[in-house]
């Protein structure tokens, strides 16, 4: 079930060829040239005064790069209008597709007002001058759209130029930007043809030399309007004589195009006029679609016959596969062909729907169809796609569809119904939602569907949708329930319905942090996504089973998962159904991965661009994951001010959420930190403000913050702190251990047991360590553990030294001991020449003011008040004997405190 949206898209995206025989306009070339040192200029004018024609040859001839969209009346939805814009920068910019603008515009729902933003710095980044041309522009009528052209317009970078041509004025500032010089205009008094223009004319169209006072009557009775002058050059190629046409010529433009069109018209041979009538319902041909309209097999042959004649035929691309005609030819064809044939329109656009219907486009087949009054089939384009479409995120074609059907076959057909439901459940009407579906039950219920309706398989669609808005609403029993009613009637081949229960299955399990029930229901739903015509649905499950790989201490085969995943976002033809954040997730889980893994430069490269995506997609909780993961590397290579920077970005970010786990993982980091830089007194505060026990058991926000507990009560230990101490970090740990193993998380009882043998060596209890030592380590090495065990520093890599002797895991041991040789370690000097030596936490502040923060950042960041700041700041000058902050950093760079 392929949807061949692309090529009619890509007739739209391309500066059409330019004509053989064009009239040269070097004047206007000239003033549209000045668009160089303009925002806008603006081609205004009504039908027939040779816009596109004119604007075809100056973009052929322009010095700057020209971008290209013709707008389509089906233009309502300004994401899209926007992701179009994009499409037309690609094509002369091919890299853009790659960049934050063109993964925002090619994911799913993107927001609005992030690719506004982003377009404007992307073009603002530009190193040259650009032009983007909106022709047609009059076709828009979604005012979104014209907001969104009216912001970028006011905030136009001077790289980037818009030509805007129309029939209409569109509803922009233009009087600001006439006022201050940034607009060019042009008319219909500008692109009147004079009667030198309308010779040249009349000698290509017609053929042959007119006397220049004929030609100069005509121009003046048509008053220099291009398309008049051009039927009646066609005309007159007809045999028409010219003095007939320079009586007949009077009037509105609208007459003149009427008569003169049917002259032209009626001097073309039947078959050709016959062919022109009936294919005028096409805003696109091509040869096999006019071939399905007209019962003929010609097509291709006319189209490129019209096309030599220069019957007002405008080819879309360079091949010449597809055209349009002029629409001010098109309205008077189809104006005709209403007058003449009326009974047959009905029937040439039932055979438009059937044939874009049979070749896979089905916005084109729905549009027909139902033009064609053919609902029956419009029923049937919308039960096979709107599945796709959904997946896509383009629920407003879905709605619109269904609103264009006659609300019986809304009841009447299930699967139209289950439709329904699920788009407005997308929408964000689940009351609704549940009303519609109650009706189809009904009807079901009732014995009364379509006779090929299967009342099973529907009523499992039903328990379906049910079961993905339980899922919604974090309702995990009525979800496994009704999941398990879908699968009951469910064929095997129905993929979509399958998929979705899966996925809201998977997700309910691991909302209520049953991790190892949701494991099943993800790799069903991976096994459909491979065997699916759209293979990034993929991308949910695999991210789902990495996460869930990792916590079983699976590294490997999470490795694996989100490899593919990252293949499957880095192919452009799924980004259209893959969110901008799920792509930043991606990349941040792959990150933290390879940062357990210590390959350290990747590992940044994949945070840094997830957390990029992140903010492009507004997705705070993954911006919040990413920077703290960007801060681990930044302190893993020694980068104190590095990682207190992330911590600051956040900061602000975890307090507005109010989400406990993000601040528990932040204060996780905090604590890192500290005891990286042998700050035991701000770690020591950190504990004490958490005012929690080993007996807490909550959520697994806990889980991690008794970790953190745990290394700084092992931290105490090692400092004389006493066995106390010591015995409340094991018996923490061993309740973690037992509440991890339970979970098959087996990611914390690696941690749990290295955490552990710490203890028993700080407590002089070599034999247990090197047990708890021994167990990590064997569950460790299959999946290739490194930071874990580097992260813990000096004393970790101690007890690995006195393992490495006894021969325990010789050649692991290797790999992590070369890794505790290439860490840069974060110390605090623990020798000063001065009188009375800086404190830990004066350091730490000195450190900070070497990053250039204030003393808000500072407090900040430390979580403390700005008055505590400004006395250490004071102690930090007097203990130096420095006045000022330049004083204070260059006296400490002599001492080399800040190394």
Not at 386 to 410: D, H
Not at 806 to 822: I, M, Q, V
Request: glycine share 8%; proline share 5%; charged share 25%.
């Amino acid at each position: 079930m392929g949807v061949m949206t692309i090529p009619l898209l890509a007739t739209r995206l391309a500066v059409p060829p330019r004509r053989p025989g064009l009239v040269a306009r070097p004047g206007l070339i000239e003033r549209l040239n000045q668009l160089v040192d303009r925002k806008l200029a603006l081609i205004s004018a009504p039908a027939g005064f040779g816009k596109t024609t004119f604007l075809v040859d100056w973009a052929r001839r322009a010095e700057l790069p020209v971008a290209w969209l013709s707008m389509d009346e089906g233009d309502d939805d300004v994401a899209r209008f926007l992701g179009c814009v994009v499409a037309a920068w690609a094509a002369i910019e091919a890299e853009i597709r790659d960049r934050p603008l063109g993964l925002l515009a090619g994911s799913l729902s993107p927001p609005v007002d992030r690719l506004l933003s982003t377009l404007l710095d992307e073009a603002a980044a530009r190193p040259g001058h650009f032009a983007l041309v909106l022709d047609d522009y009059h076709l828009v009528t979604e005012p979104a759209i014209h907001d969104a052209l009216a912001f970028v317009v006011e905030h136009l970078p001077p790289q980037m130029h818009l030509v805007i041509s129309g029939r209409t004025d569109p509803p922009l500032p233009l009087a600001r930007l006439r006022a201050r010089g940034q607009l060019i205009e042009l008319r219909a008094d500008d692109l009147r043809f004079t009667t030198d223009q309308a010779v040249e004319l009349f000698r290509h169209v017609a053929g042959f030399d007119l006397a220049a006072a004929d030609v100069a009557a005509l121009t003046l009775r048509t008053e220099g309007w291009i398309a008049g002058l051009q039927l009646a050059a066609l005309s007159l190629r007809g045999g028409s004589p010219l003095s007939h046409q320079v009586e007949a010529v009077s009037g509105s433009d609208r007459h003149i195009a009427d008569y003169l069109a049917a002259e032209v018209l009626g001097q073309q041979p039947e078959e050709i006029r016959a062919f022109l009538q009936r294919t005028a319902i096409l805003e696109r041909l091509s040869g096999p679609l006019c071939d399905a309209v007209t019962g003929r097999a010609d097509g291709q042959a006319v189209l490129e016959a019209l096309d030599r004649a220069n019957l007002f035929l405008v080819p879309l691309d360079n091949r010449r596969q597809w055209y349009r005609y002029h629409q001010l030819f098109a309205e008077f064809l189809r104006s005709h062909l209403e007058k003449t044939s009326a009974d047959e329109v009905t029937t040439l656009h039932r055979r438009a729907s059937a044939w874009y219907a049979d070749n896979g486009f089905p916005d084109e087949a729905f549009r027909h169809a139902v033009s064609g009054q053919d609902f029956e089939r419009a029923a049937r384009v919308v039960e096979e796609y709107f599945a796709l479409k959904l997946g896509y995120g383009q629920y407003r074609i879905v709605g619109e569809w269904l609103q264009s059907l006659p609300g019986q076959l809304l009841t009447t057909r299930p699967l139209l119904g289950i439709g329904r439901a699920l788009f407005l459940m997308f929408a964000g009407q689940p009351t609704t939602c549940l009303k519609r579906l109650e009706e189809v039950e009904r009807h079901l219920n009732a014995d009364v569907p379509e006779p090929a309706c299967d009342t099973r398989v529907q009523l499992a669609r039903v328990a379906s949708t049910r079961a993905i808005l339980a899922c919604f609403e974090n309702d995990l029993e009525r979800v496994v329930k009704l999941a398990n009613q879908a699968f009951q009637g469910l064929p095997e081949d129905d993929l979509f319905f399958r998929f979705a229960v899966n996925i809201a299955l998977g997700d309910a399990y691991r909302r209520s942090s049953q991790w190892l029930s949701a494991v099943e229901p993800y790799q069903a739903a991976l096994r459909i996504a491979r065997r699916a015509p759209i293979p990034f649905i993929g991308v949910h499950p695999l991210s789902a089973l990495g996460d869930l790989s990792m916590m079983r201490g699976q590294l490997r085969r999470a490795g694996e998962f989100r490899r593919e995943a990252l293949h499957l976002i880095s192919d452009q033809a799924n980004r259209a159904g893959v969110a901008v954040p799920l792509m930043g997730w991606a990349h941040i889980r792959m990150g933290e991965l390879l940062y357990e893994w210590n390959d350290l430069p990747t590992a940044l490269h994949h945070l840094q661009q997830g957390a990029q995506l992140a903010e492009l997609g507004g997705d705070t909780q993954a911006l919040v994951f990413g920077h703290l993961a960007i801060g681990k590397v930044r302190l893993a290579r020694g980068d104190v001010e590095g990682a207190f920077e992330e911590i600051l970005r956040v900061k602000p970010l975890v307090e507005a959420a109010e989400m406990p786990e993000w601040g528990t993982q932040l204060h996780q980091f905090h604590v890192r930190i500290w005891l990286a830089q042998g700050n035991l007194p701000a770690a020591n505060g950190w504990v004490e403000e958490t005012r929690f026990g080993v007996d807490d058991e909550r959520t697994y926000r806990y889980e991690i913050a008794r970790v953190a507990l745990a290394q700084v009560l092992i931290a105490q230990g090692e400092r004389g702190a006493g066995a106390n101490t010591l015995d409340r970090a094991l018996v923490l740990l061993g309740r973690l251990l037992q509440l991890a193993e339970a979970a098959g998380r087996m990611a914390v009882v690696v941690e749990a047991l290295a955490l552990e043998a710490l203890a028993q060596r700080a407590r002089g209890d070599s034999s247990r360590a090197f047990v708890a030592l021994e167990r990590a380590l064997r569950l460790a090495e299959p999946e290739g553990y490194v930071r874990l065990f580097v992260d813990l520093g000096p004393a970790m890599a101690a007890l690995l030294h006195e393992a490495h002797a006894r021969g325990l895991s010789p050649d692991y041991l290797t790999r992590l001991l070369a890794a505790f040789g290439a860490a840069r370690p974060v110390s605090v000097p623990t020798s000063s020449p001065l009188v009375d030596p800086l404190s830990a936490r004066e350091i730490e502040v000195l450190r900070l003011v070497a990053a250039g923060l204030s003393n808000r950042e500072i407090a900040d960041a430390l979580v403390i008040a700005v008055g505590t700041v400004k006395r250490h700041v004071a102690t930090v000058y007097e203990k130096l004997g420095v006045n000022s902050r330049t004083q204070a950093l260059a006296r400490a760079r002599e001492l080399r405190l800040l190394a």
